[in-house]
């Protein structure tokens, strides 16, 4: 069948080929070393693909199946990995914007804004920051943030920092 990958803004055909699945379009791509950045694979089954050194920046994977991917290498900055599956999938050496990624990432879903953390940094909503930035950011500063990051902060900052704190543990073994 013939599969399109389109950029999420534009839609416009970042790759296309003829595959029997999103996941074998997406690592034909990868291995073709197409730049994936911006792709749209929201809701893709991509469980278990070589994405190897791939460039998935700017991309939505929201949703998606990428438990026992090897993104080992990749580029995710600016991915929206809400509710994706990155269980068993090996990151090393891949990064998130500035920040390094070794170890699967802790989501936290279900709240106003989705959390991720990372090694060393912690997403929520669509702001990205090292944990002692969130550790020390100030009321004032939380509440320019956006509409109700105040009280959303005063509610979570505990559970937050905490699980990113021990997060954070799991890497320095």
């Known amino acids: 069948m013939n599969i399109q990958i389109k950029n999420r803004w534009n839609l416009e055909v970042i790759f296309e080929c003829e595959a029997d699945s ?3 379009a997406v690592e034909l ?9 911006g792709s749209n694979l929201r809701y893709s089954n991509l469980g278990g693909s070589d994405l190897r050194g791939s460039n998935l920046s700017g991309s939505d994977l929201r ?3 990428l438990s ?9 900055s600016g991915s929206n990995l809400s509710g994706s599956d990155l269980r068993y999938s090996d990151l090393s050496g891949s990064k ?13 879903l279900g709240l106003y804004w989705d959390v991720l953390i ?15 930035e969130w550790d020390k ?5 939380i509440k320019g943030m956006a509409n109700n990051a105040l009280p959303f902060w005063a509610e ?11 997060h954070a543990a799991k890497v320095s073994k």
Request: aromatic content about 6%; overall charge negative; hydrophobic content about 40%.
């Open 68 to 76: 026992g991917s090897d993104l080992r290498g990749s580029d995710l």
């Open 156 to 166: 979570h900052k505990g559970l937050i920092i905490s699980a990113a704190r021990l």
């Open 63 to 65: 949703y998606s199946d």
């Open 22 to 24: 999103m996941r074998l």
């Open 118 to 132: 990372l090694d060393t940094a912690i997403k929520i909503g669509c702001q990205m920051h090292s944990i002692d």
């Open 96 to 108: 998130y914007g500035d920040y390094a990624i070794t170890i699967t990432p802790l989501q936290i």
């Open 137 to 141: 950011f100030d009321d004032s500063t």
């Open 29 to 37: 791509a990868v291995s073709k070393k197409i730049n994936l950045g």
